[in-house]
């Protein structure tokens, strides 16, 4: 394929994935993991500072990589923050994922499977579900992607351009999420692996010409063993090694301002070890990501959700990396199975422990659909009729751009989906509409008390909604606020709602809202701003800017 021609097909992919990622960008409510990062990168915004902890909110990288989101957005402050800013991060890092498919992979793959992986990457309907989720994974992919393709290549050529590439890489994965620690391990596990195979396949050969009484000469193609420029690679692998803690510790730190952060993720490595295996509420199956992505049909009426035809070709495209061992040991060949390897690794890995959330898939999904497109384009050159080739590509495409649009865009926050998790129900944006209304119509506006009167787990994503109004007050139980008084608005919990003596709630009019699926808030709103409200809904609001 000629370079125009691979540069032109590249352009194109990348403006589909572009597209369906930007679209109604701001449809989905904020998930309350998304509010919660933030108000952490607000604080960083505002105030210029940033501490890790090693308890929450996980690595750095996002947040550092969002202020020139911001700054070219003009909004300096978290007030001035909106959804289409912050995800446009996870968004821009998951079209770099689909560079690091197509470019960074070099000779390693073809041209035709690097599009192929590029646009499976592209259009993945959970893929792009989770590009534009303001949280770590969209980075933890992009550099977990990055970083075993720059592992691949140091391992063939370890000299310091590789060398600075994969410390790197490494580095800003490890500065990302804590799990990526199981990247890591796994990239190196694969690595020995397709080592370890091709050592048994040497073995096998020398004895077949031993018996033959033949002397064994070795091919040109064939990879180095390690160990066998021991001398050229430890001054490029300390270098990379050098570059990987540098680069941890300068977001670990805050840029200098705080070394103890480095230490501390490490410190919070054995911390999330055992959040992985004790799991709480969010224990789930061995199976339950595959499940996931096998198959859901929910109610009477409800589509098929399914990653069936990415599964297929992933597991094709696994047979045919190792068929494809087997014949050959080229550095090509041997790739192929290396990324197999990985994904099936990773994905195991994942699977056993406990704890699971969809989006904890997106990294091992994203090496299956790179395994998936190896498949896919081993079995369009078994096909020899064009009109075939073209066919099976275009029903492939349908199916996905409709598994997209049923993901992304009809079923963005609804159960059904089988990535929906947790999510924010869509009647809780009533609520925020109804706050909207009634700071115009109070003498405060955004000025006015807002009290909050609910437990963590049923505050979220609130705090990010009422980012503009300049007094709001959060208790997390009613026993904590002896009256009411005198906020005119007041938001509970069903079940801090119970606790309050009717006589007190009888200046209130009570309205309720579905935060999530059986989680019920509790809007109170003084009669007399009630009386005002209506008052000016029958006038007529003045247009929102």
């Known amino acids: 394929m000629k370079k125009k021609t691979f540069a032109f097909v590249l352009i194109l992919i990348l403006a589909a994935g572009l597209f369906v990622r930007l679209y109604r960008l701001d449809l989905r409510p904020m998930h309350h993991d998304e509010a919660n990062q933030a108000y952490k990168f607000g604080e960083l915004l505002e105030k210029g500072e940033y501490r890790y902890d090693p308890a929450e909110h996980h690595g750095p990288t996002l947040y550092y990589f969002s202020l020139p989101f911001a700054w070219l957005s003009g909004q300096k402050t978290y007030a001035e923050l909106n959804e289409i800013t912050l995800r446009l991060v996870t968004v821009f890092f998951g079209l770099v994922m689909i560079l690091m498919a197509a470019l960074a992979a070099g000779k390693y793959l073809k041209e035709s499977e690097k599009l192929w992986a590029a646009l499976f990457l592209a259009v993945s309907a959970p893929v792009v579900y989770f590009n534009r989720f303001y949280i770590q994974e969209s980075l933890l992919a992009a550099f977990a992607v990055a970083f075993v393709i720059c592992l691949w290549r140091f391992w063939h050529r370890p000299d310091y351009r590789e060398g600075v590439w994969l410390g790197l890489t490494a580095g800003l994965l490890y500065a990302t999420k804590e799990t990526s620690i199981i990247i890591l391990a796994a990239s190196l596990l694969a690595l020995v692996g397709v080592w370890l195979l091709n050592r048994r396949k040497d073995k096998a050969e020398q004895n077949q010409e031993d018996q033959k009484n033949r002397k064994k000469v070795k091919p040109e193609s064939e990879e180095k063993t390690p160990g066998s420029s021991t001398q050229k690679t430890w001054k490029p692998l300390l270098l990379a090694t050098f570059i990987f803690l540098a680069v941890s510790f300068v977001f670990y730190s ?58 297929a070709l992933a597991l094709f495209g696994v047979v045919v990396s190792f068929i494809e061992l087997r014949k050959s040991r080229k550095p090509s060949e041997n790739f192929r199975a290396y990324l197999a390897v990985l994904a099936v690794i990773t994905a195991l890995i994942y699977s056993a422990l406990p704890y699971k959330t969809p989006w904890n898939m997106l990294t091992f999904w994203c090496f299956f659909l790179i395994v998936a497109a190896i498949g896919f384009d081993y079995l369009l050159r078994l096909i020899k009729i064009r009109q075939s080739k073209i066919l099976l590509a275009g029903i492939l495409l349908i199916w996905a751009g409709w598994q997209v649009y049923l993901v992304n865009y009809y079923f963005y926050a609804y159960p059904d989906n089988p990535y929906v998790y947790a999510q924010t129900s869509p009647d809780f944006m009533r609520l925020v509409n109804r706050l909207s209304e009634l700071s115009q119509v109070d003498s405060e506006g955004k000025n006015a008390l807002v009290r909050v009167i609910a437990p963590p787990e049923e505050t979220w994503p609130l705090p990010w909604y009422l980012r503009r109004f300049s007094r709001v007050g959060y208790w997390t139980a009613s026993e904590q606020v002896e009256t009411l008084g005198p906020a005119r608005l007041i938001i509970m919990s069903a079940t801090e709602a119970a606790k309050r003596q009717e006589k007190e709630l009888a200046g209130y009019v009570a309205q309720y809202y579905s935060l999530r699926p059986d989680v019920v808030l509790v809007l109170f709103v003084d009669n007399e701003l009630w009386q005002t409200y209506l008052l000016k809904k029958v006038e007529g609001f003045p247009r929102r800017r």
Do not use: M, N
């Not at 840029?255 to 055992?274: E, I, M």
């Not at 996931?292 to 069936?308: A, C, K, N, Q």
């Open 254 to 311: 805050s840029f200098f301002k705080y070394p103890q952060g480095f230490l501390d993720s490490f410190k919070a490595l054995a911390g999330y070890g055992q959040k992985g295996l004790e799991a709480g509420w969010h224990r789930h199956p061995f199976w339950y990501y595959f499940g996931l992505l096998f198959y859901r049909h929910g109610d009477p009426g409800s589509p098929v959700f399914t990653e069936i035809p990415f599964l």
